[in-house]
């Protein structure tokens, strides 16, 4: 019976809120509307729907090349990607990563509207419910806002540029377009709700936990420039019952060395599938950065392998090569140690950093032999966390904050592509289908 309740959600989701309009679509008023309390619980722990991130974000970071032969058989909105188009989306093609991370609104619209109603539903658990909704709520208008939008507040930050914003699943009810400002403040209000009804412990890492809101919120406030605020929900994730894996320990032998739901993983989401951008014959590693990666840094044998005598991505913490883009607990001491050094607190962010680089590193060299400053930290950072989908967002923060301005380039069929990392940038256009849809 619950597999049968799982199935139709997932039809009255996919009907309902297909690429094909997703924003404004009438949904088909034969399929079942949602009723019971576990149904709603289906819909939010439809892993799925809900633990999944951009693919763009990939797209664009530098992290990894192309050849010809495969950017040939791209599909032109990835063709567009490649070649840093802020406009990728052809006006008849599926918008995937905008419609994908509206479907996870919606999903979590769905049952608000519904608690809203005050259904007759024990207390305690229609909390816990309300909590995960606004959490993945959060969770998908942060993963549009780095791509649609500029920082709040900061450089190259426009009222002209506005995603579309949604509080509610009925259809044709709300149809505004707000600009960065307003959907912060619904992401953090919506996280900082959510955290008093969410549990400490969660039967898999794919769902919401307490921990995981912190976590969310620290990469959300470093992302912001407050450093102050990522430190102190960073700091909430060293009181839970994480511990960082001793790269020293694993076995180098096995496929992936790395296990699945490790004792790092706080939350767990992965990229959209693609296999035709991210797998390990398609996506090759630039050879600098592989030098970079110094004999005794436990990270390249993990992370890197030869494939046609280039380095391609072997996997890490999905267990396999699909792309996690979650938040482990190798994230957040990172995130310490860098908010740390910014607050001019270098005794502590140096602690931070040693705390992690101890369990990534074969005879770690001494660390007063080390000279940790921001461009360290930040270099560690970089590879910890390639191929994690996080390399976008930072580029962006750091051209807004530290006017971090450097050139991106790719070769596409003899012709050099350059991407200036200017703030105004990384805005990507909302896709014309979605406009026509206003």
């Given at each position: 019976m619950k597999n049968l309740i799982k199935l139709v959600l997932l039809t009255l989701i996919i009907t309902a809120v297909g690429c094909e309009g997703f924003l404004d679509e009438k949904p088909n008023k034969s399929?079942?509307?949602?009723?019971?309390?576990?149904?709603?619980?289906?819909?939010?722990d439809n892993y799925d729907r809900l633990n999944t991130s951009p693919v763009l974000s990939f797209m664009f970071a530098d992290d990894y090349w192309v050849d010809n032969s495969t950017w040939a058989n791209f599909s032109p909105w990835q063709q567009n990607a490649y070649k840093w188009s802020d406009d990728p989306y052809l006006p008849n093609e599926s918008t995937l990563d905008f419609s994908v991370m509206y479907r996870k609104i919606f999903s979590a619209n769905v049952i608000l509207d519904k608690i809203n109603q005050k259904p007759d539903w024990d207390q305690n658990r229609m909390a816990h419910l309300k909590s995960r909704a606004l959490f993945w709520r959060a969770h998908g208008y942060f993963e549009l806002a780095v791509l649609f939008l500029p920082i709040p507040e900061q450089a190259g930050d426009s009222q002209e540029i506005r995603i579309p914003f949604r509080t509610t699943a009925e259809f044709g009810v709300q149809k505004e377009m707000e600009e960065s400002s307003k959907i912060f403040d619904l992401i953090l209000a919506d996280l900082?709700?959510?955290?008093?009804?969410?549990?400490?412990?969660?039967?898999?890492?794919?769902?919401?936990?307490?921990?995981?809101?912190?976590?969310?919120?620290?990469?959300?406030?470093?992302?912001?420039?407050?450093?102050?605020?990522a430190i102190f929900?960073?700091?909430?994730?060293?009181?839970?019952?994480?511990?960082?894996?001793?790269?020293?320990?694993?076995?180098?032998?096995?496929?992936?060395?790395?296990?699945?739901?490790n004792s790092e993983t706080i939350l767990f989401t992965n990229m959209i599938s693609q296999s035709?951008?991210?797998?390990?014959?398609?996506?090759?590693?630039?050879?600098?950065?592989?030098?970079?990666?110094?004999?005794?840094?436990?990270?390249?044998?993990?992370?890197?392998e030869n494939n046609r005598g280039a380095s391609s991505f072997k996997g890490n913490y999905t267990g396999r090569q699909d792309i996690f883009t979650g938040i482990a607990l190798d994230e957040i001491f990172l995130i310490l140690a860098e908010a740390n050094f910014r607050m001019g607190n270098n005794e502590s962010a140096t602690e931070n950093l040693l705390k992690?680089?101890?369990?990534?590193?074969?005879?770690?060299?001494?660390?007063?032999?080390?000279?940790?400053?921001?461009?360290f930290i930040l270099e560690e950072r970089r590879k910890s966390l390639l191929f994690r989908g996080q390399r976008w967002m930072d580029l962006k923060r750091l051209s807004v904050h530290d006017s971090f301005f450097t050139t991106l380039k790719r070769e596409v069929n003899g012709e050099m592509i350059s991407f200036e990392t200017q703030p105004e940038n990384f805005i990507v256009k909302v896709p014309q289908r979605q406009y026509d849809l206003q």
């Open positions: 399929i079942l509307v949602p009723e019971t309390i576990e149904e709603f619980e289906a819909i939010i900082n709700e959510a955290l008093p009804n969410l549990p400490k412990a969660t039967n898999y890492p794919t769902q919401p936990s307490s921990y995981a809101a912190h976590a969310l919120l620290a990469r959300i406030y470093l992302y912001l420039g407050n450093e102050e605020q929900h960073a700091n909430k994730i060293l009181e839970g019952n994480f511990e960082l894996l001793d790269y020293n320990d694993l076995n180098f032998g096995n496929a992936f060395p790395i296990p699945l739901f035709s951008v991210s797998r390990n014959t398609v996506a090759f590693i630039d050879s600098t950065l592989v030098k970079s990666f110094k004999e005794n840094d436990l990270r390249a044998a993990l992370i890197f992690l680089m101890i369990k990534r590193y074969q005879d770690l060299a001494d660390p007063s032999e080390l000279s940790i400053d921001l461009e």
